[in-house]
């Protein structure tokens, strides 16, 4: 009998800990380490600390200085979270991104503009929009920024960034459309990387390019002579990098900064967001987690989150990284900035 009851304590014990091995995220080092200088960036012991949980698809996190406050987006639900040190996770805008009376996405892709208004990539209302509150006291009341393109509606803005002299830039997949490619709603028959307000008074927006089958994410290299976006296209899962005159102007074709395609069938995720840290060092959203990029296109190592991951944000010192995986939101903690 006492043998009976200490296999059974064993099993039991088993089972406890396989539960707890698939919610707690810090027990191993999530880093995959292709480069012994991915140490400079990430210490050996630096764990992922998970700050909330049960979403259906987080993504478009950003951080608020100001506030100490990180927001993102669930998007499925169409609501925006906010999560503060010591208060946890709040809901912040309810509906985000789809004002109409159906069930539809809300945002993903969310910035803090040079006003410090926050910026909504809308899928529902298939717009970018501004919220019209202080942070402080948010309300669900937005002016649209852009919302179509030569009179045809825009797909459904995805993510967004803002340059130094005040341009959006921003991508418009069909991922917020219910049939995507096949949605009989769907306008465009592209898929565009946009900028609009790069000249006074000017509202209109500009295509910047129309070649990408799933552009997604989008990012500036940290004197804006680059701008990097994401493909999500499990045929081609790559990102692109696009050379800039001091107009901000493309020059010349876009050429692929890194193709992951290879590891599409073995890891969870697809090319998303991404972020570059005042040193150059990006950060991107891919196969296998955040995979950690040089300037120079050399892949550091990845931080597997064991999620499909969307997309990530940086505080404003880049010590901290946050991350948005499938139902998780995350956090770990980066080395300062060599000077």
């Known amino acids: 009998m006492k043998i009976y009851n200490i296999f059974l304590f064993l099993i039991l014990l088993s089972i406890a ?11 191993t080092s999530p880093l995959e380490v292709n480069d012994p200088a991915l140490y400079k960036i990430i210490s050996r012991e630096a764990v992922i600390d998970t700050l909330a949980e ?71 209302n298939r717009s970018v929009a501004t919220m019209n509150t202080s942070l402080a006291t948010p309300q669900s009341i937005f002016t649209i920024l852009a919302d179509n393109y030569k009179g045809k509606k ?26 995507k490619m096949e949605d009989p709603a769907k306008e465009l028959d592209f898929q565009g990387v946009y900028r609009f307000g790069h000249l006074p008074n000017k509202k209109e927006l500009e295509l910047m390019t129309d070649e990408l089958t799933y552009p997604n994410g989008l990012a500036f290299n940290p004197d804006e002579s680059v701008l990097y976006v994401a493909v999500s296209d499990p045929k081609r899962a790559i990102w692109m990098k ?17 193709d992951a395609t290879k590891w599409v069938a073995t890891k969870k995720g697809l090319p ?58 995350m956090q770990i903690p980066l080395l300062p900035l060599e000077n």
């Open 17 to 27: 800990s396989c539960e707890e091995n698939t919610t707690n995220m810090t027990n």
């Open 54 to 124: 049960g979403f259906t698809w987080s993504e478009g996190p950003v951080w608020v200085e100001e506030e100490q406050m990180l927001l993102w987006t669930d998007v499925p639900n169409n609501i925006v979270w906010s999560w503060k040190e010591g208060q946890g996770k709040k809901k912040y805008i309810e509906p985000s991104g789809y004002t109409g009376k159906e069930k539809r996405e809300g945002a993903n892709g969310l910035i803090i503009n040079q006003r410090g208004q926050l910026v909504l990539c809308q899928h529902g």
């Open 154 to 179: 825009l797909n459904s803005p995805n993510d967004i960034v803002q340059d130094k002299v005040g341009t959006y830039w921003f991508t418009d997949p069909p991922y917020g459309l219910p049939k």
């Open 242 to 258: 696009y050379n800039l005159d001091a107009q901000n102007n493309f020059v010349g074709e876009g050429t692929v900064f890194f």
């Open 272 to 329: 998303d967001g991404l972020k570059v840290r005042a040193d150059g060092i990006i950060f991107a959203t891919g196969p296998g987690g955040v995979l950690v990029f040089t300037p120079e296109g050399k892949h550091l190592g990845t931080i597997n989150t064991g999620q499909a991951t969307a997309n990530c944000a940086l505080n404003k010192a880049g010590t901290m990284l946050y991350m948005t995986a499938d139902n998780y939101v």
